[in-house]
Every structure is written in structure tokens, then in C-alpha cells.
């Protein structure tokens, strides 16, 4: 008893000790202001609406040439598509300091196109193109952490 008692109050101890805090959450970033190309899809407007904006940050953000590409993959005796893939490409431009920062993010998945029913693979291209898109949100996210520092 007396060492399960010990034991529990050296890891409390160890814990408080090493400087742990709770995450914090890494998505609430400020920027000085973010402008939209007529090729942006509203729904990735919408996801970016959690960056806050403030007047007084010198980051500002372009997010320009949205684009989907879909590629079939055919082979096999039928010669039919096997596989397609969805790429999504977009180019952001970060101005800090009154330097022009370009960046391509390019997000890229594949899937069957073994099925029967073509309704059921629009669906699923559907589908991908709304992770794609989440995917380059986050991308986005992670560029202008990575130029705030």
C-alpha cells in the first residue's frame, strides 16, 4: 500500500515538475487577412473561416487556382479502367514583410473503379473531393504556422 502510495505521488511529482501543460489548440492562428480567387469552392471558404483575422498581423494570404483532376488507370483483357485518382492541386501566396512566399499544395487519392453502379462512383468521387479539400485546409494551416515563426 505504502508503495502504490509512493509510486502515484512520484509520478504527480515527476509531472508537475517537467513543465507539462495542456495542447493548446493549434488552429486558432491570426492572420492579417486572407483574399479568394473566383476558382475557391465556397466549402473551402467555409473551413477556412476559423483562422481569425486581425488588423495588426503582418501575414496576409492569397488562395488562388483551385483545381480537380481525375485520372483513369486502364488495363486488363476488357481494357477498362481499373483505378482512378483524384488530384486536387491549389497555389497560395503568403505576403509577410513585403515578401511573396508561392506554395503549391497538391493533395492526391485514389480509388476503385471496379463499380457496378455509376451512381455509387460519383458518390465516392464526391466523396474524395471533400477529403481533398480538407486536406489542403490543413496544408494551408500548417504553411502559415510554419511562416509566423
Given at each position: 500500500?505504502?508503495n502504490k ?21 493549434h ?11 473566383e ?11 476559423d483562422i ?16 480537380i ?8 483483357s ?27 499544395l ?32 490543413q496544408?494551408i ?9
Amino acid at each position: 500500500m505504502i508503495n502504490k502510495i509512493l509510486a502515484l505521488s512520484l509520478i504527480l511529482l515527476v509531472s508537475y515538475g517537467c513543465g507539462y501543460e495542456v495542447i493548446k489548440n493549434h488552429n486558432a492562428i491570426a492572420i492579417g487577412g486572407i483574399k479568394f480567387s473566383e476558382s475557391i469552392p465556397s466549402s473551402i471558404k467555409i473551413k477556412l473561416k476559423d483562422i481569425k483575422i486581425d488588423e495588426s498581423e503582418d501575414l496576409f494570404l492569397l488562395v488562388d487556382n483551385y483545381e480537380i483532376k481525375e485520372r483513369k488507370t486502364y488495363g486488363g483483357s476488357a481494357l477498362r479502367a481499373l483505378e482512378g485518382e483524384l488530384k486536387g492541386e491549389m497555389i497560395i501566396i503568403l505576403l509577410k514583410d513585403n515578401k511573396r512566399i508561392v506554395e503549391k499544395l497538391v493533395s492526391i487519392k485514389n480509388y476503385n473503379v471496379t463499380e457496378l453502379n455509376p451512381l455509387a462512383e460519383k458518390e465516392t468521387v464526391k466523396k474524395l473531393e471533400e477529403r481533398i479539400q480538407r486536406d489542403l485546409v490543413q496544408q494551408i494551416i500548417f504553411e502559415i504556422q510554419m511562416h509566423e515563426m
